[in-house]
C-alpha cells in the first residue's frame, strides 16, 4: 500500500470518528429535545385531568372513552395505578403502549421514561394522586411517539449518507491532497535512485511557490548536503591526485638514487655518499607525510577520546620552551597575570600539537622572533601566534587549509614541509567546536588566531 493511499485513508478514519461523535451527538440531542416538550405536553394533560375533570374520582370516565375523547388521542394510553403495582382503570387506543407492565413508582413529582420497542419511541409520563397529602396512586399516561419516530428515521437517513459523502470525498480529495504533497518527496526518491544508478550528483529543483513549507525546507537540506558530498567528493578526488603525486616524487628520487648506487656508486663514493643523502632524506620526508596522513585521517574520524579538564598555561609554556630549545629560536609568551586561570575542557595532547604545527610554520616563515599571546574572554580563550616573516598573499589565505596545498612549492620542499599542518590544525579546533582565523600581508608577517571554548 502506497503511502499517499495510507494517508488518505488515515485521514477518512479519523474523519470517521469525528463524524461518528458528532452524529451520536445531534441523534442524542434532538431524541433528548423532542422526548423533553412531549413530557411537557404529557404533565399538561395528566394537570387537567386531575384538577379540572379529576377522572380520579369519577369512574363513568374510564368505562365511556367517549367521555375522555378530548383528553385520549390516538397511540395513547391512560391508566391508574395503585400502590401494590395494579392497574385500577385503564383506557387506550393503541396496544402496543400494554407492552411495558404497570409499576407504581412513589414520588412528589412527575416521572418520565422514554422507552426504545421495535415499533418505535414510547413516552410514558406518572404523576402522583395524592390524598391528604398522602400518594394513593399514581396516573400514567403513555404516548407513542409516531412523529418522533418518522424524524427519527429522516435523521438516520440524512446522517447516514451524509456521513458516507463526507467519507467518499475525504478518500479522493484526501488522495488527491497526498498526492501533491507526497510528490516532491517521491521526486526526491527518484533522484536518490538516480544519483545511486549513474554516480553522479543531482539536486531537485524547488518551486518558488513552495520555498516556505516543510516539504520544500526537505529539498533545500537535501540540495545541501548533496552540494557537500559534491564538495567532499571532489575534495577526496583532489586529495587522491595531490597524495599520489607528494608520494610519487620521494619514491622516483629513492628508486633513481638506488639505481645510481646500483650502477656507479661502488667505485666513487662520491656519488656514494650523494646517493645515500638524497634516500635519507625522502625517506625522512615520506615517513613524516605518511604520519601526518595518518593524523589527519584519526582527525577526519573525530574520534573524541574521554576529553579533561586542564590547565592552558603549563601546556603553552611548556610547548613553547620546547620549541626553542629544539630549533635555537626566541618565543616570547605574553599570558595574563599568574592568578588568572586559563582552563579550559579538551584534549590536551590535540591542543600541544596544534601549537606544535602553528609554531613550525612560524619558524620556518620568518627568522625574527614570533610571539605567543593568550588571552580570557568571555566563553573563549584565545591563543595567537605571531610572526613577522615572509608573509602571504590574501588570495593565498582560503587555500592554505586544503590539503597539499603551499604558497611557495619549492621553499616549502626546502623546508620540509608537505602542505597538510595547517589541514590538520583545522581539525583540531573544529574537534574543539573553535575557530581559526589567518591574518598576514606580504613582507610584514602572520598573526594565527585560535579561539577556544572552555567548557
Request: proline share 4%; aromatic share 8%; with cysteine.
Given at each position: 500500500?502506497?503511502?499517499?493511499?495510507?494517508?488518505?485513508?488515515?485521514?477518512?478514519?479519523?474523519?470517521?470518528?469525528?463524524?461518528?461523535?458528532?452524529?451520536?451527538?445531534?441523534?442524542?440531542?434532538?431524541?433528548?429535545?423532542?422526548?423533553?416538550?412531549?413530557?411537557?405536553?404529557?404533565?399538561?394533560?395528566?394537570?387537567k385531568l386531575l384538577l379540572q375533570e379529576n377522572v380520579v374520582?369519577?369512574?363513568?370516565?374510564?368505562?365511556?372513552?367517549?367521555?375522555?375523547?378530548?383528553?385520549?388521542?390516538?397511540?395513547?394510553?391512560?391508566?391508574?395505578?395503585?400502590?401494590?403495582?395494579?392497574?385500577?382503570?385503564?383506557?387506550?387506543?393503541?396496544?402496543?403502549?400494554?407492552?411495558?407492565?404497570?409499576?407504581?413508582?412513589?414520588?412528589?413529582?412527575?416521572?418520565?421514561?422514554?422507552?426504545?420497542?421495535?415499533?418505535?419511541?414510547?413516552?410514558?409520563?406518572?404523576?402522583?394522586?395524592?390524598?391528604?397529602?398522602?400518594?394513593?396512586?399514581?396516573?400514567?399516561?403513555?404516548?407513542?411517539?409516531?412523529?418522533?419516530?418518522?424524524?427519527?428515521?429522516?435523521?438516520?437517513?440524512?446522517?447516514?449518507?451524509?456521513?458516507?459523502?463526507?467519507?467518499?470525498?475525504?478518500?479522493?480529495?484526501?488522495?488527491?491532497?497526498?498526492?501533491?504533497?507526497?510528490?516532491?518527496?517521491?521526486?526526491?526518491?527518484?533522484?536518490?535512485?538516480?544519483?545511486?544508478?549513474?554516480?553522479?550528483?543531482?539536486?531537485?529543483?524547488?518551486?518558488?511557490?513552495?520555498?516556505?513549507?516543510?516539504?520544500?525546507?526537505?529539498?533545500?537540506?537535501?540540495?545541501?548536503?548533496?552540494?557537500?558530498?559534491?564538495?567532499?567528493?571532489?575534495?577526496?578526488?583532489?586529495?587522491?591526485?595531490?597524495?599520489?603525486?607528494?608520494?610519487?616524487?620521494?619514491?622516483?628520487?629513492?628508486?633513481?638514487?638506488?639505481?645510481?648506487?646500483?650502477?656507479?656508486?661502488?667505485?666513487?663514493?662520491?656519488?656514494?655518499?650523494?646517493?645515500?643523502?638524497?634516500?635519507?632524506?625522502?625517506?625522512?620526508?615520506?615517513?613524516?607525510?605518511?604520519?601526518?596522513?595518518?593524523?589527519?585521517?584519526?582527525?577526519?574520524?573525530?574520534?573524541?577520546?574521554?576529553?579533561?579538564?586542564?590547565?592552558?598555561?603549563?601546556?603553552?609554556?611548556?610547548?613553547?620552551?620546547?620549541?626553542?630549545?629544539?630549533?635555537?629560536?626566541?618565543?616570547?609568551?605574553?599570558?595574563?597575570?599568574?592568578?588568572?586561570?586559563?582552563?579550559?575542557?579538551?584534549?590536551?595532547?590535540?591542543?600541544?600539537?596544534?601549537?606544535?604545527?602553528?609554531?613550525?610554520?612560524?619558524?620556518?616563515?620568518?627568522?625574527?622572533?614570533?610571539?605567543?599571546?593568550?588571552?580570557?574572554?568571555?566563553?573563549?580563550?584565545?591563543?595567537?601566534?605571531?610572526?613577522?616573516?615572509?608573509?602571504?598573499?590574501?588570495?593565498?589565505?582560503?587555500?592554505?587549509?586544503?590539503?597539499?596545498?603551499?604558497?611557495?612549492?619549492?621553499?616549502?620542499?626546502?623546508?620540509?614541509?608537505?602542505?597538510?599542518?595547517?589541514?590538520?590544525?583545522?581539525?583540531?579546533?573544529?574537534?574543539?567546536?573553535?575557530?581559526?582565523?589567518?591574518?598576514?600581508?606580504?613582507?610584514?608577517?602572520?598573526?594565527?588566531?585560535?579561539?577556544?571554548?572552555?567548557?
Open positions: 500500500m502506497s503511502l499517499k493511499l495510507r494517508f488518505a485513508l488515515l485521514q477518512t478514519s479519523l474523519l470517521f470518528l469525528i463524524l461518528l461523535g458528532v452524529n451520536f451527538f445531534i441523534y442524542y440531542l434532538f431524541i433528548e429535545n423532542n422526548s423533553r416538550n412531549e413530557t411537557q405536553n404529557i404533565e399538561r394533560k395528566a394537570a374520582q369519577h369512574p363513568e370516565y374510564w368505562e365511556n372513552p367517549f367521555l375522555l375523547k378530548d383528553f385520549l388521542v390516538a397511540n395513547e394510553l391512560i391508566r391508574l395505578i395503585g400502590p401494590d403495582s395494579m392497574v385500577q382503570k385503564e383506557i387506550y387506543t393503541d396496544e402496543t403502549l400494554l407492552q411495558r407492565p404497570a409499576k407504581f413508582i412513589p414520588a412528589t413529582g412527575t416521572v418520565s421514561k422514554l422507552v426504545s420497542t421495535d415499533n418505535g419511541f414510547c413516552l410514558y409520563v406518572q404523576v402522583p394522586v395524592m390524598e391528604n397529602e398522602r400518594q394513593i396512586a399514581s396516573l400514567e399516561i403513555a404516548r407513542k411517539l409516531v412523529t418522533l419516530n418518522d424524524n427519527v428515521q429522516v435523521l438516520f437517513l440524512a446522517l447516514f449518507y451524509t456521513t458516507l459523502g463526507a467519507l467518499v470525498l475525504s478518500v479522493i480529495i484526501g488522495y488527491i491532497y497526498a498526492s501533491l504533497v507526497f510528490n516532491p518527496i517521491h521526486r526526491l526518491a527518484q533522484t536518490m535512485e538516480s544519483i545511486e544508478r549513474s554516480g553522479t550528483f543531482r539536486r531537485l529543483e524547488i518551486k518558488s511557490t513552495r520555498k516556505k513549507d516543510e516539504i520544500a525546507q526537505l529539498g533545500q537540506t537535501f540540495n545541501e548536503m548533496i552540494g557537500r558530498l559534491e564538495q567532499h567528493f571532489e575534495q577526496q578526488k583532489q586529495f587522491l591526485a595531490d597524495a599520489s603525486h607528494e608520494l610519487r616524487t620521494p619514491l622516483t628520487i629513492i628508486e633513481s638514487y638506488a639505481r645510481l648506487l646500483k650502477r656507479w656508486a661502488s667505485n666513487d663514493p662520491q656519488i656514494r655518499e650523494e646517493a645515500i643523502e638524497a634516500i635519507l632524506s625522502e625517506s625522512v620526508r615520506l615517513r613524516e607525510m605518511t604520519k601526518s596522513l595518518l593524523t589527519l585521517a584519526d582527525s577526519d574520524e573525530r574520534q573524541r577520546t574521554e576529553w579533561q579538564e586542564f590547565e592552558l598555561r603549563p601546556l603553552v609554556q611548556a610547548t613553547a620552551a620546547s620549541i626553542q630549545l629544539t630549533f635555537d629560536r626566541e618565543v616570547r609568551l605574553d599570558l595574563p597575570e599568574e592568578d588568572t586561570p586559563l582552563k579550559m575542557k579538551g584534549d590536551p595532547e590535540k591542543i600541544r600539537q596544534l601549537l606544535i604545527i602553528l609554531l613550525d610554520n612560524a619558524i620556518k616563515y620568518s627568522q625574527l622572533p614570533i610571539d605567543i599571546i593568550v588571552r580570557e574572554q568571555s566563553r573563549h580563550l584565545q591563543i595567537s601566534v605571531v610572526d613577522k616573516g615572509i608573509g602571504i598573499e590574501k588570495e593565498d589565505i582560503p587555500q592554505l587549509f586544503n590539503r597539499f596545498y603551499r604558497v611557495d612549492k619549492a621553499r616549502s620542499r626546502k623546508n620540509g614541509g608537505v602542505g597538510l599542518g595547517l589541514a590538520i590544525a583545522e581539525n583540531i579546533v573544529k574537534l574543539h567546536a573553535g575557530t581559526l582565523e589567518i591574518q598576514s600581508e606580504p613582507h610584514i608577517g602572520t598573526e594565527v588566531h585560535v579561539r577556544l571554548p572552555k567548557d
